[in-house]
């Protein structure tokens, strides 16, 4: 039997905010395949205008292709075959095949949800909506200094507390937009914390949400397998969800890291639910602490972080 997408869910959030263990989880159900990241989804339909007809087809499935998001997916292409597979070509369609090509990879037959853990869906979720009229979105949400004592110490994204502050309140606000534009049978917030605590009643609610029955199996994430050229940030994936990283930051962060935090989101934690470690007097950034953030940002973004992310993407160029 040949799986047949027929139904898609965006997962979106601030990037390490469990969007791949949401994903995880969800992928431990039958009807389900959770397939790796795809920025390229919106960044090819954006790159050829929009509205792909059936003489851009062609095009399109080259640009994806050749994308190096989509090489992630380590998913062998034979363009002639898939074009012919095509009854009706439109831009969705060749999505919805090569997820299928995906799922049959993963040994997902009966599959016929696409989940799709990418964190920028919730920053795109216009653009998916033009492609999925009829997708659903969960907006999964952590404290931020979580987000923070995860996201400094690798090879993208801030590299300095108070960057990756104003980076996470951004990021969040787009998903709080997007559930205000939503109905609530469209998209669902799930708090990365409650996650962890609880994951057999978040569980039963999201699949509840989806209209899929709950298995017992889903409160393990192995239902995803991480590629090649993420796993060194996904560790945890194929774990039981543990609730002591909700509070993990603690250890991590130093006190004035995590004032500083505080100061530069103002009130958005408490606004969350995050209650403050610093709800007075919170400190700024001195001009010495301003000197040494941007002197780290620089060598951070020019230098090492650049050294380490090709030595990481090399099983992408030289597969």
Request: hydrophobic residues 40%; contains cysteine.
């Amino acid at each position: 039997m040949r799986p047949r997408i027929a139904a898609q869910v965006f997962i979106g959030g601030c990037s390490r905010s469990g969007t791949t263990l949401l994903g995880a989880m969800l992928g431990r159900h039958p009807a389900v395949v959770t397939t790796p990241e795809s920025h390229f989804k919106y960044r090819v339909y954006r790159a050829l205008g929009g509205e792909i007809g059936a003489s851009e087809i062609g095009n399109a499935l080259e640009a994806v292709a050749e994308h190096w998001r989509f090489r992630i997916w380590e998913l062998p292409v034979d363009s002639d075959e898939i074009l012919q597979e095509l009854n009706r070509p439109s831009y969705a369609a060749l999505l919805c095949r090569l997820v299928e090509r995906y799922a049959i990879q993963a040994g997902k037959n009966d599959a016929y949800i696409w989940v799709d853990h990418t964190p920028e869906n919730a920053t795109y979720a216009t653009t998916l909506l033009e492609i999925f009229p009829e997708a659903r979105f969960l907006h999964i949400v952590r404290d931020g200094r979580g987000v923070a004592a995860s996201i400094l110490p690798l090879d993208w994204g801030p590299n300095t507390i108070t960057r990756a502050a104003h980076w996470w309140v951004r990021s969040v606000s787009y998903g709080l937009a997007l559930e205000r534009m939503l109905p609530a049978e469209r998209i669902m917030s799930v708090q990365y914390e409650t996650l962890t605590r609880e994951p057999v009643a978040r569980m039963r609610a999201i699949s509840d949400f989806l209209g899929i029955d709950y298995q017992p199996s889903m409160v393990e994430s192995t239902g995803f397998k991480v590629p090649r050229y993420t796993a060194p940030q996904h560790e945890l994936i194929g774990r039981e969800p543990d609730s002591d990283r909700a509070t993990r930051w603690k250890q991590i962060l130093t006190r004035r890291q995590v004032e500083l935090f505080e100061h530069e989101t103002r009130d958005f934690l408490p606004y969350l639910g995050y209650p403050l470690l610093y709800p007075n007097n919170r400190r700024g950034p001195t001009l010495s602490e301003r000197a040494g953030e941007t002197a780290g940002e620089l060598w951070r973004t020019a230098v090492s972080n650049n050294v380490r992310w090709l030595r990481r993407a090399a099983t992408l160029w030289f597969r």
